[in-house]
């Protein structure tokens, strides 16, 4: 393909991006075409999506950052944002009372 | 590193009500603060991947922190306290802590989504949930970590490289039976419970 097996190789480790004829050469030589995809939309579901699922799988567990012991620190960043202790065990209590 | 980059970063984190969107967007402002690129792991990136509220009580960051980095951080308005970095924001406080240097997996997987002005960069699914499946050992019953590789498998189980996993699974039960072996019991596990539960009719 008219290039040395250390350009090669380098390519194929990915030490250097081969340019586009570079490319072409290299699928004429092997004799497999090479497909490149760009922009291409991600595979993964939406968050919405991936929300229901994982509700449908963990069904009514919750996750409480309390259990995980928090420290000082994350402890106020917790309470903060509103994520009291007080709020996750009332979640807990009515949980209890379903069951 | 770019100062007024990251403390343009660092004021919409301020400005951010959701706790998920904040977390990122200081990880994007740290990856213009630290001399290395640093890496979101644990549970910021569970919730990231999962879309689920997951809660997480703190930042986790894989990056080798040097004492250059350290001052860095200071210079910044993080504060050292116990094993975490914590910032004070408007209405809010984010602890960062640096577990590790480096993420137990692959870089190249490691994924840059645009958040606000920021781009965080963040462990791969892959990497993820073998994470969490190693965490998961730990513990006897179905406790948190359980559910939070099952999580992981629920989000996202059509995207999961399992090949991959199938591979790096391999290798953990061969340089540590006692960690591999439950690893691969529990992920079979898993995954089974996962594909039941979805394919029953809704």
Known sequence: ?99 | VSDSKARELLKVAGTESRRLERHLLVAAALREILSSDPIVVGGTAEEYWTADEYHQSDLDICVPLTRGDEAALRRFGFRKRGRHWSLDLASAIVAVEFPDSRIDGDESRTVEPRIGPGRPRIIGLDDLYLDRLRQATMSTHEGVEFHSALAVVAAAHDEIDWGYVRKRLRKIADDDPALGDPMKRLDSRIRGRVRRVLSEPS
């Open chain 1, 1 to 99: 393909m008219g290039t040395s097996q250390a350009a090669v190789s380098n390519m194929e480790s990915g030490r250097t991006l081969p340019t586009l004829s570079v490319l072409e050469r290299f699928a004429e030589a092997t004799g497999r075409p090479l497909t490149i995809v760009v922009g291409a939309p991600s595979r993964l579901a939406g968050r919405d999506e991936r929300r229901r699922r994982v509700r449908l799988v963990l069904g009514d567990y919750r996750f409480d950052p309390w259990e995980r012991r928090p420290s000082k620190v994350e402890a106020q960043s917790l309470e903060a944002d509103g994520l009291t202790r007080e709020r996750f065990e009332g979640s807990r209590a009515a949980e209890g009372r379903r069951h």
